[in-house]
């Protein structure tokens, strides 16, 4: 059983700056890549960054220059460091890790999301 976890969330003024968290614990043999989606309300779910455990990165444009994704392999942890924060950012933000499990088989986990509010 693998559960991530997220924490950071919370409400923010336009301009001012957040860092989300998730943590995955349980069986875990390697996690190939941990990354952040959002979904904002009537929206469908976007990626946002996304990192290997190589520490190649990916960014959505709109977030490019403003966020950093970051890991502690060590840690078994990926974080979102935001700043510049804009309301358009507002919505639910979910970590997602490929990881291979005690029995080496891989796939997809998610943690439940955290929001993150963003006042004009």
């Known amino acids: 059983q693998v559960q991530l976890v997220e924490s950071g969330g919370g409400l923010v003024q336009a301009g001012g700056s957040l860092r989300l968290s998730c943590a995955a614990s349980g069986s875990i043999f390697s996690i190939v890549a941990m990354g952040w989606y959002r979904q904002a309300p009537g929206k469908q779910r976007e990626l946002v960054a996304d990192i290997t455990s190589g520490g190649s990165t990916v960014y959505a444009d709109s977030v490019k220059g403003r966020?950093?994704?970051?890991?502690?392999?060590?840690k078994n942890t990926v974080y979102l460091q935001m700043n510049s924060l804009k309301p358009e950012d507002t919505a639910v933000y979910y970590c997602k890790a490929y990881i291979i499990g005690g029995t080496y088989y891989g796939m997809d986990y998610w943690g439940k999301g955290t929001l993150v509010t963003v006042s004009s």
């Not at 966020?67 to 060590?74: E, L, V």
């Open 67 to 74: 966020f950093t994704i970051s890991r502690d392999n060590a």
